[in-house]
C-alpha cells in the first residue's frame, strides 16, 4: 500500500512538473527567444548581460577606443585646406554620414575652382567644446558675417576604427 501511495505521489509530481514546463516554463522560453534574449539552440539559455551588450549595443561605437580626437581631425581638415590636400581632406570627412555626398562634392568644388585657401581662411584654429558622447560630439566657433558676430557648429561622430570624423563642415 506505501509502495502504490508513493508511486502515486511520483507520478502526480511528475505531470505537475511537465505541466509547469509545458504552460508556463515554455512559453516564457519562447518569448526571450523570439526578443533575442535567449538561444535558439538547446539547452536555451538566456543571454548574460555582457553578451547582450555586444549582440545590441545601444550606441554605434560608444565601445570603441578613441585614436583620434575631435580636435585632432579638425587640425588634419584645416591642414589639409591649408595645403590644397584633397584626399586628407576626405579622409576627415564621416563616410556614415548622411551628408557625406553633400560634404564630399562642396569640398571638390572647392578643390576644383581652387578655392581651399578661401575656405581655410573660414575655419579659426581653435574651435569650442559644446558636447562630447560616447560617440557624438559637437564643436562649434563665432565668426564674423558683415557686422553681425555668428556662430557656427561643426558635428562629429566616432568610427568603427576609434577616429572621430566630421558630420558636417
Known amino acids: 500500500m506505501k509502495k502504490i501511495i508513493a508511486i502515486i505521489i511520483i507520478i502526480i509530481l511528475l505531470l505537475g512538473f511537465c505541466w509547469y514546463g509545458f504552460k508556463i516554463w515554455w512559453p516564457k522560453k519562447q ?6 534574449l535567449a538561444s535558439p539552440n538547446f539547452p536555451w539559455r538566456n543571454y548574460t ?8 549595443p545601444q550606441i554605434k561605437y560608444a565601445d570603441v577606443p578613441t585614436r583620434a580626437t575631435p580636435e585632432e581631425t579638425y587640425a588634419k581638415f584645416r591642414e589639409a585646406l591649408r595645403t590644397n590636400n ?21 569640398l571638390m568644388e572647392a578643390y576644383k575652382n581652387n578655392s581651399f585657401s578661401e575656405v581655410y581662411n573660414n ?9 562630447i558622447y560616447e560617440s557624438f560630439a559637437q564643436y562649434s566657433f563665432d565668426y564674423k558675417e558683415g557686422v553681425q558676430e555668428r556662430r557656427h557648429f561643426l558635428n562629429f561622430s566616432k568610427d568603427a576604427n576609434g577616429d572621430w570624423k566630421m558630420d558636417s563642415l
Open 31 to 36: 518569448l526571450s527567444i523570439q526578443l533575442g
Open 49 to 56: 548581460q555582457e553578451e547582450l551588450k555586444k549582440m545590441y
Open 123 to 131: 575655419y579659426p584654429e581653435k574651435i569650442i567644446k559644446e558636447s
Open 86 to 106: 584633397l584626399e586628407l581632406a576626405l579622409e576627415q570627412l564621416s563616410k556614415e554620414s548622411g551628408r557625406y555626398e553633400e560634404n564630399k562634392n562642396d
